[in-house]
């Protein structure tokens, strides 16, 4: 398995003979608005892709889609991602993806295989209280494919009970977290912060964390720096911080 961060929480991911395509956010540097109520207005995406679009598309698969905020699945996803390239999806998200004009379009309500990959939906809260509840619906997934590690691809939640739930019942092998510790000027992250990753491992610790979602949209608190200081000063060797652009490889 190999996971390519592109940028925020766009990633290639190459498993068990597939090549997949997580969460498209491929707009231009500054070609959206600063996210509304956060403390900053730099427009985004802040940084460029790690590679061309072109490339980027080049001889993916299927693309697996978490939900459809813009910084998941922006404008420019909706309109450049081949009209039928099969989309892996949250129930929620169907009807809106259908009304872009994509065919292919795979809900997953519990569990369902696809190209030889079980894929499971797992729950999530993006926040804490009202504002996890506005932020709703929010999906994450675990693949499993035989010779592959079990991947835990965790979406935008904090550490809550659903992610324990989800860690409980599939003890991945890999988790992706989406970190940064977005926020918005009032109220708790929205976003993994070091402190819900640490609580990841806390309660499974054998599992190896890639933490993303850092450094290109603006209302993103915490850069890679501050969570590398974070879990070098808590010994959390199992944490990953890629930069963008870098691939990691797990057995």
């Not at 956060?38 to 072109?54: C, E, F, G, S, Y």
């Not at 696809?114 to 929010?138: C, D």
Request: charged share 20%; proline share 7%.
């Amino acid at each position: 398995m190999n996971i390519q961060l592109i940028r925020h929480a766009t990633l290639l991911v190459h498993y068990a003979g597939r090549k997949i395509l997580v969460d498209p956010m491929i707009g231009e540097p500054g070609s959206y608005p600063a996210v509304m109520n956060t403390a900053n207005d730099h427009r985004n995406p802040l940084v460029p892709m790690a590679m061309p679009l072109a490339r980027l598309l080049d001889g993916v698969d299927f693309a697996l889609i978490t939900h459809t905020h813009n910084d998941h699945f922006d404008v420019a996803a909706s309109k450049e991602l081949p009209k039928d390239m099969p989309l892996l999806i949250q129930p929620e998200d169907e009807d809106k993806l259908r009304g872009f004009g994509f065919t292919d379009v795979h809900p997953v309500g519990t569990s369902l295989t696809y190209a030889g990959i079980e894929f499971t939906r797992t729950g999530g809260e993006h926040g804490r209280g009202e504002i996890a509840q506005k932020m709703a619906p929010v999906s994450g997934f675990v693949l499993r494919a035989a010779g592959e590690p079990s991947l835990y691809i965790a979406g935008d939640t904090v550490w809550c009970e659903p992610m324990e739930a989800a860690l409980t019942a599939h003890a991945p092998q890999v988790t992706v977290v989406n970190a940064g510790g977005a926020r918005f000027k009032v109220g708790d992250p929205i976003t993994m912060t070091g402190a819900d990753i640490a609580e990841v491992l806390a309660h499974t610790p054998g599992t190896q964390v890639i933490a993303v979602h850092m450094e290109a949209v603006n209302h993103c608190a915490e850069s890679r720096a501050d969570l590398r200081r974070f879990v070098q000063a808590k010994g959390l060797e199992q944490v990953h911080i890629p930069a963008d652009g870098e691939t990691l490889i797990f057995e």
